[in-house]
Nanobody
Framework: QLQLVESGGGLVQPGGSLRLSCAASGARLGFYAIGWFRQAPGKEREGVSW????????YYADSVKGRFTISRDNAKNTVYLQMNSLKPEDAAIYYC?????????????????????WGQGTQVTVSS
């Protein structure tokens, strides 16, 4: 059974950076498409980025494009989300999730319902 644990959240000033980690156990992450999602208070959970294990492609929400980077370290069985130039509106609980679906030529973040495995989340606060 795949288990995901996020870490790396915290308090950062606007313009600062954080790197979130999503460590997996119980299975190899290479078998799964991995997504990062976030949920701010009073808002729905939204997709931030994902990595397609089928072809290695990545996709970012418009709100984070050019600032966030998703990557995977197979040796550590970990996926990362590097977040630069953080803004107050980036503040949320960030979740990583894994999907067993096969995606081909998929040019957006899959829906939340595609993802079967979720971590517990890590809080990101952006404030001066």
């Amino acid at each position: 059974q795949l288990q995901l644990v996020e870490s790396g959240g915290g308090l950062v000033q606007p313009g600062g950076s954080l790197r979130l980690s999503c460590a997996a156990s119980g299975a190899r992450l290479g078998f799964y498409a991995i997504g990062w999602f976030r949920q701010a208070p009073g808002k729905e959970r939204e997709g931030v980025s994902w990595l397609n294990n089928n072809d290695g492609s990545t996709y970012y929400a418009d709100s984070v494009k050019g600032r966030f980077t998703i990557s995977r370290d197979n040796a550590k069985n970990t996926v990362y989300l590097q977040m630069n130039s953080l803004k107050p509106e980036d503040a949320a609980i960030y979740y990583c999730a894994a999907s067993t679906y096969y995606y081909r030529d998929y040019n957006t973040i899959p829906p939340l319902t595609d993802f079967d495995y979720w971590g517990q989340g890590t809080q990101v606060t952006v404030s001066s």
